[in-house]
């Protein structure tokens, strides 16, 4: 079993299953966190993932097979999904895949789930298609409030880490966003991203 | 070079000199006056600005004499120009803008949350860190890319500093809240649920203000442990994300709470877990200061001649992602 990545909430390994790749996803114990509350974020987090990464399949959305979820070690098994971050492809691309991204989003929010993650290193391109990932933050919900802040989530990241790819991806994403969620709610929610974005510290408010 | 910095964003009045040879800076001078609210209550805007009108002459006449230097001998007067409290933040642009058309010296409006980053570069001798900025006016993760600092992750409400004085507050302890609270958490080990509330690199506060104030009856150092340990979480986990995605291999904690003991050796742990080095601001320099803004001003003025006097105003709202950083 070869650590493949040190992520912030989990450790990442690469395993195999039945003869195949596979993921664990382990959270392991943080020294830092007080442990009632550690413990109580890794449980929540792993049973809610692994539920979440299945049901969103209902729906068309491309996640990994979970196999295995271990509640005691508060580990997930998964389908290995070989492909290339979205947040390492070139701008082109970035700017390219936007659309399905916010295809993807629109989906999860118009069947009530937010992601709560959004970023572009949690989209894997692999074979044509696109896989989303790391459902830990994700919960079930069907208030506009939540699911702007999921998509401010999305353009915060395109502002910090893509500045210079920010318009067209932007809109890219509320091109691929109103094909799944229609004209009238994507309106409703760009308007509450920007009443979102004026609670921030210091945001202009004129 | 010599520069002045003039800082009066909030409850401190602060004037500094700073001496610049090659890259370096040393600081001659940095003298603060502090506005103290009455035990339970916030800064008073209008009492703070009189307050620092009051000090101002005695804060600068203190500040030159211990760097031994003339005023006629600085090359430029540097004040923060926002973000703060409006009626704070004009006491220090009237001095800067005096002494700058009476003596004719340069001026620079500095941006404050740009001054608590720069100041901690300096004395840290981070590179290429990435940022957590935690005060009573920020809370936010920032990495520098293409001429900005680009916020990774920040608030959806109120700031660290702003949770930690308005519980302390409603305790009825004198503002700043922070130390007192750290001391009180410190002897406790009896965590109380609290709602724990991270959105990607974004945390949120109202939740767990309100019910932190709910169970502080039950024992405030309970609460104030259980405070400390679900907000401090919570930050934590948001630059523990933060890092890993933008893979930076340094951490600079710099702001008002980076005071907090128990916050720098949470984030301590996480940088040994993520591989990178790990700077916080010294203690002395970790509130808003003169220094912050002397520095700042000095760097800008690297790179372009100073303001013009109709130019220098203050913006209450000034979000440090908005300015352009060409040094």
């Known amino acids: ?206 | 070079m010599l520069g002045l910095g003039i800082e009066s964003t909030a409850h401190t009045f602060a004037c500094s000199v700073i001496e610049k040879k090659g890259k370096k800076g040393k600081i001659l001078a940095d003298i603060r006056k502090i506005y103290r609210p009455a035990d339970g209550q916030g800064i008073h805007p209008r009492e703070a600005s009189r307050h620092h009108v009051e000090n101002a002459s005695i804060a600068l006449s203190e500040c030159l004499q211990k760097s031994k230097i003339q005023i006629n001998d600085l090359d430029l007067i540097s004040y923060a120009a926002g973000p703060g409290l409006g009626p704070c933040l004009r006491v220090g642009a009237v001095v800067a803008r005096s002494l700058s058309s009476y003596y004719d010296i340069p001026i620079y409006p500095v941006n404050h949350a740009i001054g608590h980053i720069e100041l901690g570069k300096l004395l840290t001798g981070a590179k290429n860190p990435l940022v957590l900025l935690v005060s009573g006016g920020h809370t936010m993760l920032l990495a520098f890319l293409e001429k900005q600092w680009r916020v990774f992750g920040e608030t959806l409400d109120s700031t660290l500093g702003q949770l930690l004085d308005q519980f302390g507050r409603s305790l009825g302890f004198a503002s700043p809240c922070g130390r007192q609270i750290e001391n009180l958490a410190s002897k406790s080990t009896n965590y109380v649920s609290l709602p724990y509330t991270v959105r990607g690199n974004d945390v949120s506060f109202s939740g767990l203000l309100s019910a932190a104030k709910q169970i502080k009856d039950k024992g405030i150092e309970d609460a104030c442990f259980s405070l400390q340990e679900t907000a401090f979480a919570m930050i934590a986990e948001a630059t523990e994300r933060a890092l890993s995605f933008t893979e930076k291999k340094e951490l600079m904690i710099v702001g008002g709470v980076a005071a907090n003991k128990r916050l720098s050796s949470m984030l301590k742990s996480i940088c040994k877990r993520q591989g990178c080095k790990f700077f916080v601001v010294p203690l002395e320099f970790s509130g808003d200061c003169g220094s912050q803004i002397a520095w700042t001003g000095i760097m800008e003025s690297t790179v372009k001649p100073g303001a013009k006097l109709s130019d220098t105003f203050v913006r209450q709202s000034w979000r440090l992602d908005t300015v352009k950083v060409d040094y």
């Open chain 1, 1 to 206: 079993m070869d650590l493949i990545k040190k992520g912030a909430e989990a450790d990442i390994f690469l395993t195999d299953w039945d003869g195949k790749k596979a993921i664990l996803k382990a959270r392991k114990k943080k020294n830092y966190r007080n442990h009632i509350l550690d413990e109580k974020i890794r449980k929540q987090r792993t049973i809610r993932e692994s539920q979440i990464i299945s049901d969103v399949k209902s729906f068309g959305i491309s996640t990994p097979l979970v196999y295995f979820v271990d509640t005691k070690k508060f580990t997930i098994l998964m389908q290995h999904i070989s492909g290339t971050l979205v947040r390492d492809m070139s701008k082109s691309k970035i700017i390219e895949l936007c659309i399905e991204i916010g295809k993807i989003v629109g989906l999860l929010h118009k069947n009530g789930i937010i992601h709560g993650d959004l970023t572009t290193s949690n989209f894997i391109f692999s074979k044509k298609s696109l896989f989303l990932i790391d459902f830990g933050l994700a919960s079930r919900t069907a208030k506009l409030d939540d699911h702007g802040v999921d998509l401010r989530l999305f353009k915060e990241i395109l502002n910090s880490a893509h500045a210079d790819i920010i318009d067209k991806a932007w809109s890219n994403f509320l091109k691929g966003y109103t094909k799944s969620v229609g004209q009238k709610y994507c309106k409703k929610i760009i308007d509450k991203v920007s009443i979102i974005e004026s609670r921030g510290r210091y945001a202009n408010v004129v």
